[in-house]
């Protein structure tokens, strides 16, 4: 498995060009480099799989009674409201039944009178002293034990009529749907005879989704239940939906010695996070709308205070995602979840390619206004496969140097550059958007 770290950022970076370096500077970097401003953004850091949705409320809807199906009024992947009626059995026996038990409940009831009765005559023809010896009388103390344990065995015989009586009126002959959903598997039809306990129908609630995935073993510590997660399908990308963690297995799946955990995940809401992009223009004339004439595409908002070039068009694949008409979640598409482990929101931010290691110190080659170009010390935090947190060494609006060959635009799922101006279109709100 491997562990993704997703940016989140509201980075833009300066006009980026590749130069000679001609200039003096009290540390040599490469004959080539590129510079990145140290601005503020938002950093996270994720773990990443793949899985398989499934659906989270699955409920098998059983008879309460033994007898025969009268009728089933739905078919598999039929939708049902709250409360509609599934199916039902003939009634005509539990009829029976029902006259059955009130005839038991009855005659155990008149056991129970003729046991105390008995007993009470019993213990009218003797008397007790105060140290509970018998002293007169004609009835023999044994019989009078065995009076009582006749008036207990009565007692809970009346006790268990009545209990199977309230058994039978509390079932019900049928089946009803006892939350809106779908039906995914219908297991009987009118005429069969079934026993109390036999699934009728499977129902689904098309709303509520999870997915399991494997996490190894090295990140599988920083997986806690409830933690924050994303859920992309495959077949709809760029449209991301939030998700917790609900369940860790405790128990490890070695596939050819390697060592992983399944970790499930539940959707917590069917709205879509949206993860297009939009664009940011400098001001050319201080106005504060867009030449007129222009139209942007259907969807393209332009910030108020910025104007685009006249008659520009946006480049391809800029423009937000937009959710498609046919988005539906269903059983066994191919999802990616992303785990939140760790971020970081309102930081310093410089490319992953800027900054060298020597021993136990972190540098990195900072431009200064007079051209030259010194060697800083820095403290660092998280860290995703493109930017570094920077805690301490920098300060915001700071240039930085890249060596030539260092990616330090965003790639193709965060945004681009414009052809000419070097302006970083960052990302909406969501996965690889600015919060």
């Known amino acids: ?53 499934a659906l989270s409320v699955v409920e098998d809807l059983a008879f309460e009674m033994s007898g025969t199906v009268e009728e089933v009024m739905v ?20 009829e029976k039944e029902l006259v059955t038990l009130e005839l038991n409940l009855l005659q155990a ?74 039906i995914t598997m219908v297991n009987v039809s009118g005429g069969d005879e079934v026993k109390k306990g036999t699934v009728a129908v499977q129902l689904a609630d098309p709303n509520k989704f999870e997915a399991d995935i494997l996490v190894s073993e090295m990140d599988i510590p920083q997986v806690q239940l409830g933690q924050a997660a994303t859920v992309e399908a495959d077949a709809f990308s760029g449209i991301s939906l939030s998700a917790a963690v609900t369940h860790i297995s405790p128990t490890a799946v070695i596939q050819q010695g390697v060592v992983n955990y399944t970790v499930k995940v539940e959707i917590q809401s069917l709205e879509p996070i ?9 001001s050319t004339d201080g106005s504060q709308g867009p030449p007129e004439g222009f139209e942007p595409p259907e969807g393209f908002e332009i910030p108020e205070g ?27 598409l191919t999802v990616t979840v992303s785990i939140i482990v760790d971020e ?7 490319p992953n390619g800027a900054i060298t290691t020597q021993g136990w110190q972190t540098y990195v080659q ?42 330090t635009t965003t790639t193709t ?23």
């Open 1 to 53: 498995m491997r562990v993704l770290k997703t940016i989140v950022i509201t980075l833009v970076l300066c006009s980026i060009s590749i130069v000679s370096l001609s200039c003096a500077s009290e540390s040599e970097p490469a004959a080539e480099y590129q510079l990145a401003t140290v601005q503020l953004g938002n950093l996270t850091v994720d773990i990443t799989s793949s899985g398989n949705l």
């Open 413 to 435: 799922g965060q945004g681009g550059n414009f052809p000419d101006g070097g302006i970083i279109i960052p990302s909406m709100g969501g996965i690889g958007g600015p919060q």
């Open 274 to 282: 949206m993860t297009g992009r939009t664009t940011n223009w400098p």
């Open 344 to 350: 970081s929101n309102d930081v310093l931010l410089v």
């Open 366 to 407: 900072v431009m200064l206004a007079d051209g030259t170009i010194e060697d800083r010390v820095i403290t660092t935090g998280i860290s995703d496969w493109q930017y570094t947190e920077v805690t301490d060494g920098l300060s915001e609006g700071e240039q930085v140097v890249v060596p030539q060959g260092t990616a």
């Open 306 to 332: 910025f104007t685009p070039p006249e008659g520009f068009t946006p480049p391809e694949g800029q423009l937000p995602t937009m959710v498609p008409e046919d988005f539906q979640l269903r059983e066994g």
């Open 109 to 182: 009831e008149i056991n129970l009178e003729n046991a105390e009765l008995s007993l009470e005559k019993a213990e009218e023809n003797t008397s007790t002293t105060i140290t509970g010896d018998i002293t007169a009388g004609t009835t023999d103390p044994n019989e009078i034990e065995i009076l009582e344990l006749q008036v207990k065995l009565a007692e809970a015989r009346y006790e268990d009529a009545k209990k199977a009586l309230e058994e039978a009126l509390d079932a019900s002959p049928e089946i009803t749907a006892p939350f809106t959903g779908f």
């Open 75 to 94: 078919d598999e992947g039929e939708s049902v409201e709250e409360g509609q009626l599934l199916a039902k059995l003939d009634t005509s026996e539990w």
